[in-house]
């Protein structure tokens, strides 16, 4: 008797430690399993909360929330080394603020200068970093990154992929932004440039390309047009000529027969380009 009731109570001590876990955060993610969860089976284009590093944190969709902060938290893809403590970071695509949290965690001193042209993702930027955290040296602008101080019409998305080039959701919800002249702030040292504006690219990195030369480690998240002609080659020239060693990886498979005349629905390819400067 007195046995089995030493199993029982181990038993329960079990599923009461498997409840506790659920509710535990990762420390390298920022989330419990149970918050995790919930987001991914959040209505889609819904606005929701989790705790997140033990603050409040607002995402706009669910998914692409947990898919940015496995890849931003988990591959830590944004990771870069620094000779000082308090790096000049430029990030183009802020969006909710994943990626201003992360550069916090892993230069805490950092200076960081923040662009997110939609309005309603832009209030969810500023709610996340400014009310629900405290931190320094940031400065955040409802500006899309551009080749002139202009206005742009911008298609609005809802989550990860709103872009002035493709109404990548295919709602037709298109909006007027401003738009800023990205040269006028590469005129200085950058120790990171995180460029990720869904497509916009093709065009802003010729523009820049003269300004290269002042950016010590650049993210470029690439996106194929269609109906275009393809520019891959000629960017990663580009890349190489400014001094760049580059690394490509896969973002999101666009083509499953490439040999088969398949059509992408929105890019022929998706890619992350990391550039560096190395030292022989």
């Known amino acids: 008797m007195i046995n089995k009731l030493k199993k029982l109570h181990q038993l329960y001590k079990q599923e009461r430690y498997k409840e506790n876990v659920q509710f535990l955060q990762n420390p390298k993610t920022g989330l419990s399993p149970a918050d995790k969860e919930r987001a991914l089976h959040y209505p889609d284009f819904t606005d929701g909360e989790v705790n997140f590093f033990g603050k409040p944190f607002r995402f706009s969709h669910g998914s692409s929330f947990i898919h940015s902060v496995d890849e931003l938290f988990e591959e830590?893809?944004?990771?870069?080394?620094?000779?000082?403590?308090?790096?000049?970071?430029?990030?183009?695509?802020?969006?909710i603020g994943l990626s201003i949290m992360y550069f916090k965690k892993l230069f805490p001193k950092s200076k960081?200068?923040?662009?997110?042209?939609d309005e309603k993702i832009f209030n969810i930027l500023k709610e996340n970093i400014f009310t629900r955290n405290t931190f320094n040296d940031i400065t955040i602008k409802k500006e899309a990154v551009w080749i002139d101080d202009t206005e742009l019409s911008f298609f609005s998305e809802g989550a990860l992929a709103g872009s002035s080039v493709v109404d990548f959701g295919k709602k037709n919800n298109v909006i007027k932004v401003q738009a800023i002249n990205l040269k006028k702030y590469l005129l200085e040292p950058v120790d990171f440039l995180k460029i990720d504006i869904e497509g916009a690219e093709n065009t802003v990195i010729f523009d820049i390309a003269n300004h290269l030369g002042n950016v010590?480690?650049?993210?470029?998240?690439?996106?194929?047009?269609?109906?275009?002609?393809?520019?891959?080659?000629?960017?990663?020239?580009?890349?190489?000529?400014?001094?760049?060693?580059?690394?490509?990886?896969v973002a999101g498979n666009t083509l499953k027969f490439p040999f088969c005349n398949e059509t992408?629905?929105?890019?022929?390819?998706?890619?992350?380009?990391?550039?560096?400067?190395?030292?022989?």
């Open 76 to 95: 830590e893809v944004y990771r870069f080394k620094s000779d000082i403590d308090n790096p000049y970071i430029i990030d183009c695509g802020a969006n």
């Open 112 to 117: 960081i200068l923040a662009f997110e042209p």
């Open 216 to 249: 010590k480690n650049l993210f470029l998240e690439y996106h194929g047009l269609l109906n275009e002609p393809q520019n891959l080659g000629e960017i990663l020239t580009l890349l190489k000529k400014q001094g760049f060693e580059y690394y490509i990886r």
């Open 264 to 280: 992408p629905s929105n890019f022929n390819q998706q890619l992350n380009i990391f550039c560096y400067r190395k030292i022989y």
